[in-house]
């Protein structure tokens, strides 16, 4: 069921000319990767992924997705097919762990006919976006006190004033009341899903966490520290990359011109793993980003992966840094 509708997301996004992206070795199986797909529209980016089930989420895998979303400033595009009891609704936007799902054909009727969705459910029941204005509008034009509205809704005449103003959102019964009063079923305002405000944010201290790494890993990391470089392990393997790195002079608020993406490579591995390589190529084409590919001393780099333009450093030059100032030249030097 997930490469089906898998599928029908590809083909929807290309007609609505976006950019689609995904690694042929993924297509025809289950991804096990925080998105199953990656989009770009102009200087838009999302990560999508399919859920069968929003009510059974990996931790991991949420986290993976705040984590993506955040380093490499895309968003996440959630689609889901149910929750625990029945299929989603469509035209509703679900909320689960402080991520948006919506259903295939809200997806659908967004691209194809603009049509956004404006109940926002979440556990316990759903809301509904109101037009305050609208609703007040109609309701003095037909000469409808705030007293008698709330009187007839069985609420109070705050929580009316509290709708109009919309400091409060109605329950889809309580909306759905509204509009047969006041006779009008165009009362709601729709939800840009594309224009989410997502508020994640990263603890460097947790960032840091030795999260058993390899005797390789833990040594890489050591260096790391040394040269002063932030960075974000991704051992479950739901980012394709084993390591991104960052600045710690970098503000999360502001955009940066060096972005590196890496991947390490354990100690035990007898040559480059190429899946993980071409990963980190597509990765730096869809972003626009600084790479890196870190191996240890005695890997052997195949010539075809040497034609690729991104750096493949290995453990004993890295140990040859002292500062970050260091570490950027070596990067630009190994790339050219």
């Not at 025809?28 to 859920?51: G, M, P, T």
Request: hydrophobic letters at 40%; glycine letters at 4%; aromatic letters at 10%.
């Amino acid at each position: 069921m997930i490469e089906a509708v898998l599928e029908k997301i590809d083909n929807m996004l290309k007609r609505a000319k976006f950019e689609t992206f995904i690694l042929d070795s993924f297509s025809n199986k289950k991804s096990k990767f925080c998105f199953d797909l990656l989009v770009k529209k102009n200087d838009l980016v999302f990560s999508v992924k399919i859920f069968s089930n929003i009510d059974n989420l990996n931790a991991d895998i949420i986290n993976d997705i705040k984590s993506l979303s955040l380093l490499l400033k895309s968003k996440p595009l959630l689609i889901g097919i149910r929750n625990r009891y029945h299929k989603l609704e469509d035209n509703t936007i679900y909320i689960r762990e402080g991520l948006p799902f919506i259903t295939l054909t809200t997806l659908e009727n967004i691209l194809s006919k603009e049509l956004y969705p404006y109940i926002l459910a979440r556990r316990g029941g759903g809301v509904m976006f109101l037009n305050g204005n609208l609703m007040k509008s109609l309701r003095e034009k037909q000469a409808i006190s705030r007293k008698e509205l709330s009187g007839r809704l069985g609420i109070t005449k705050r929580t009316v004033c509290a709708y109009e103003n919309e400091s409060m959102r109605p329950s889809e019964k309580i909306a759905n009341k509204i509009s047969l009063i006041l006779e009008c079923n165009d009362l709601f305002r729709r939800i840009n899903i594309f224009d989410w405000n997502f508020n994640f944010s990263m603890d460097r201290k947790d960032l840091q966490e030795d999260i058993n790494l390899s005797s390789f890993e833990s040594h890489l990391q050591e260096v790391l520290n040394d040269i002063g470089i932030c960075s974000y392990w991704s051992k479950k393997g739901s980012i394709p990359f084993k390591l991104s790195l960052y600045s710690k002079y970098i503000d999360e608020n502001k955009e940066s011109s060096v972005y590196p993406l890496f991947s390490g490579v354990s100690e035990e591995d007898k040559k480059i793993n190429e899946l993980s390589f071409r990963c980190l190529k597509m990765f730096t084409e869809l972003f626009q980003k600084n790479s890196l590919f870190i191996v240890n001393n005695e890997i052997k780099i195949p010539d075809s992966l040497k034609k690729i333009k991104i750096p493949i450093i290995r453990i004993r030059n890295l140990e040859k840094i002292d500062d970050e100032e260091e570490f950027v030249e070596l990067i630009q030097e190994s790339g050219n």
